[in-house]
């Protein structure tokens, strides 16, 4: 797994609450994402981060926001949870021109 | 827009024979293509990397070719196992951001 921890690694929240997500890294590796994994849609990239405070948006990134104050911790927060924010959410670590390393990932459920 | 297309109908294949899995792009010049396997409840495992100037990969059983031109990738295992059962998805570099986009994987499944 790269020493990539993500927790939960189950959760189940109702609409309108906040969630957030952690990822958590052993690697000292500078670049952090986090995707989310859909049906029909495969791999979405979110947001990304470059180093501690550095961060920017992926193709879907509305109705989240993801903060890096450590190098090992990239936390994804949904600010009020939407039933279209169900997913399986997954952490990785890598560069643009190598191979990314991902965490085992997070099950969303929003009711 | 950039498009990236695996088949998403279930390949099965009988152990020993040779699986062939296409990856489609359009719209996209990517530098390289990356291959993952994953399986059920767990996160995407990195298998091959082939870059634009390379036209073939091997790595034990595992194959990739590249081209360019017809902008199609081909993902080949050999001696197919019932252990090589799980999804493989394609990645490109995206000419826009530079970050990966993934197609939606195919799932393979090899029966004894």
């Known amino acids: 797994d790269a020493g990539i921890t993500q927790s939960p690694r189950h959760k189940v929240t109702e609409t309108g609450t906040p969630v957030t997500l952690r990822c958590h890294q052993t690697?000292?590796?500078?670049?952090m994402y986090w995707y989310r994994q859909d049906p029909g849609h495969g791999l979405r990239l979110i947001h990304y981060?470059?180093?501690?405070?550095?961060?920017d948006k992926g193709e879907v990134s509305d109705g989240y926001s993801v903060s890096r104050s450590k190098t090992e911790d990239f936390l994804l927060t949904l600010e009020s949870a939407t039933s279209s924010q169900t997913s399986v959410y997954f952490c990785?670590?890598?560069?643009?021109?190598?191979?990314?390393?991902f965490g085992n990932g997070t099950r969303l459920t929003v009711t | 827009s950039q498009k990236i297309e695996q088949n998403s109908e279930a390949l099965n294949i009988q152990e020993g024979k040779t699986a062939t899995l296409t990856c489609n792009y359009t719209?996209?010049?990517?530098?390289?293509l990356q291959w993952y396997r994953q399986d059920p409840g767990r996160g995407p495992v990195f298998l091959l990397l082939?870059?634009?100037?390379?036209k073939e990969k091997r790595k034990e059983r595992l194959k990739v070719t590249f081209d360019t031109t017809l902008k199609q990738s081909l993902f080949h295992i050999t001696a197919s196992q019932p252990a090589d059962s799980a999804t493989y998805l394609c990645?490109?570099?995206?000419?826009?951001?530079?970050?990966?986009?993934f197609g939606q994987g195919t799932t393979l499944q090899v029966k004894p």
């Open positions: 990645a490109l570099s995206s000419s826009n951001t530079g970050k990966l986009i």
């Open positions: 990785a670590i890598g560069t643009d021109n190598s191979p990314l390393h």
């Open positions: 981060s470059y180093g501690v405070k550095d961060t």
């Open positions: 082939i870059r634009e100037n390379e």
């Open positions: 690697e000292n590796h500078r670049y």
């Open positions: 719209n996209y010049s990517p530098a390289y």
